[in-house]
């Protein structure tokens, strides 16, 4: 039997958990001091813990819930602890996640979630998953940094916020999690949030019943259900609606969710990342953004920086887009180090496949790349260069925005930001 240290001051907690983890064939050792937590600590085997973040009341040392984790987690740094936490708390176990803890759980806990959670992190190492080699490129030390966090987080199932500007390689970080995870066999299933109608998107999430609005013609199923056992990946997570905010928290919470046009509930078990080059913080306080939703989407935030700020991984990318039977020259490979990249890895991407086009043998030179480049030096700022590129296409914004390797949204985000406009 799995042997689970819980740790609460409240007995009635103790009681409650005591009685359902004992039905599911569990071990309970329960605490209601730190004096009795650690003992059991020292002079036990633990599998997992439980512990409640308001854990400083009654006969306790005073320690508060954040001290006292600290405490544990140095004590058994290998025994993953779960913290059972009421809202005004979120925010403190958000950060013990990212310090360690596996998991937290709103209170009033969800009996099912519960069960499920500790499950997932008692079960049997005996054949642990043989790790898959990333596909990320890169070379900088804030890229190692950060993949070796995300490929950390991977084999929990805690939910991801991925943040940084548009072309970075979120969703390239994304599929790393995925693949380094338990679900890699499973489906990963993509959600553009930002190419979805907004009258649309609670639908195409969650799916609808035939006659549920104009144009549902038959009953269809949502991403959410396609990536049932796997994991989906919500890009530009800002734009989904509060009335999809609040179904979305659900599914966070309790895995449940119904169709559009029905009451029928569907159970699903779906790992969660997310990503965002908005500012969900200034969202929030406009009431565009439900703040236990974001607390609970970005229980580990990975930020992707520019591409403009990793120099390091440039050309290491830029020889990956043109292939093995291909080199840059290297007063190509100096044009290439000075330019901005207000696109980012996607401008670097097409870039470097707009360059093979114009190379006759095989070493790409300066004029090979598109003139924006050629011409880049001493380097421009993003809103010298948004203009530049505008202006030679005459400000048809797809094919502006196909030469920066940006989204049509994008740039007209872009656009707006800088104020910039055409002439007459």
Same mark, same amino acid.
């Given at each position: 039997m799995k042997r689970v240290l819980v740790i609460d001051d409240n007995p009635d907690i103790l009681d409650a958990l005591d009685l359902l983890l004992s039905l599911h064939d569990y071990h309970v050792i329960s605490a209601a001091t730190v004096k009795d937590a650690l003992f059991a600590l020292n002079h036990q085997a633990i599998d997992l813990i439980i512990q409640d973040m308001n854990f400083s009341q009654g006969t306790t040392s005073g320690l508060e819930?954040?001290?006292?984790?600290?405490?544990?987690h140095q004590l058994a740094p290998k025994?993953?602890?779960?913290?059972?936490?009421?809202?005004?708390?979120?925010?403190?176990?958000?950060?013990?996640?990212?310090?360690g803890a596996v998991d937290y759980l709103p209170k009033p806990w969800d009996d099912n979630k519960l069960l499920e959670t500790i499950a997932s992190y008692t079960k049997s190492s005996a054949s642990p998953k043989s790790t898959v080699k990333s596909t990320l490129i890169y070379k900088s030390n804030a890229m190692n940094q950060l993949v070796a966090m995300a490929t950390k987080v991977a084999s929990s199932d805690i939910s991801v916020l991925i943040t940084g500007a548009n072309g970075c390689g979120k969703e390239k970080l994304a599929d790393h999690i995925h693949q380094q995870s338990n679900r890699a066999n499973q489906a990963f299933v993509k959600v553009?949030?930002?190419?979805?109608?907004?009258?649309?998107?609670?639908?195409?999430?969650?799916?609808?019943e035939k006659g549920a609005f104009t144009g549902a013609t038959s009953a269809r199923q949502g991403r959410f259900e396609t990536a049932n056992g796997g994991?989906?990946?919500?890009?530009?997570?800002?734009?989904?609606?509060?009335?999809g905010q609040m179904k979305l928290l659900r599914v966070l919470q309790t895995g449940e969710f119904e169709r559009v046009g029905s009451s029928q509930?569907?159970?699903?078990d779906v790992r969660i990342i997310s990503a965002t080059n908005a500012d969900l913080k200034l969202a929030i306080s406009k009431g565009e953004f439900r703040e236990d939703l974001y607390y609970r989407l970005n229980m580990i935030e990975?930020?992707?920086?520019?591409?403009?700020?990793?120099? !390091?991984?440039?050309?290491?990318? @830029?020889?990956?887009?043109? %292939?093995?039977?291909? $080199?840059?020259s290297a007063a190509a490979q100096q044009m290439l180090l000075k330019h901005p990249w207000p696109g980012n890895v996607r401008e670097l991407e097409n870039m470097c496949k707009r360059a093979l086009v114009f190379c006759s043998d095989n070493t790409l030179l300066p004029e090979h790349f598109i003139t924006d480049i050629a011409q880049t030096a001493p380097v421009q700022d993003e809103a010298s260069q948004l203009k530049e590129v505008l202006e030679r296409h !005459?400000?048809?914004?797809?094919? @502006?925005?196909?030469?920066? %390797?940006?989204?049509? $949204?994008?740039?007209?985000?872009?656009?707006?930001?800088?104020?910039?406009?055409?002439k007459d």
């Open positions: 819930g954040k001290e006292l984790f600290y405490q544990i025994v993953p602890v779960i913290i059972i936490t009421a809202w005004g708390q979120v925010e403190t176990a958000v950060e013990l996640v990212k310090a553009n949030m930002g190419a979805l109608p907004s009258d649309l998107m609670e639908a195409e999430l969650f799916g609808a994991t989906i990946f919500l890009d530009e997570i800002g734009n989904l609606s509060l009335a509930t569907i159970q699903v990975l930020t992707l920086l520019p591409l403009a700020k990793r120099v !390091d991984d440039i050309l290491p990318l @830029a020889n990956h887009f043109i %292939g093995n039977d291909y $080199q840059i !005459d400000w048809v914004i797809s094919r @502006a925005a196909n030469e920066l %390797g940006l989204s049509r $949204q994008a740039l007209y985000r872009r656009i707006e930001k800088h104020q910039l406009t055409p």
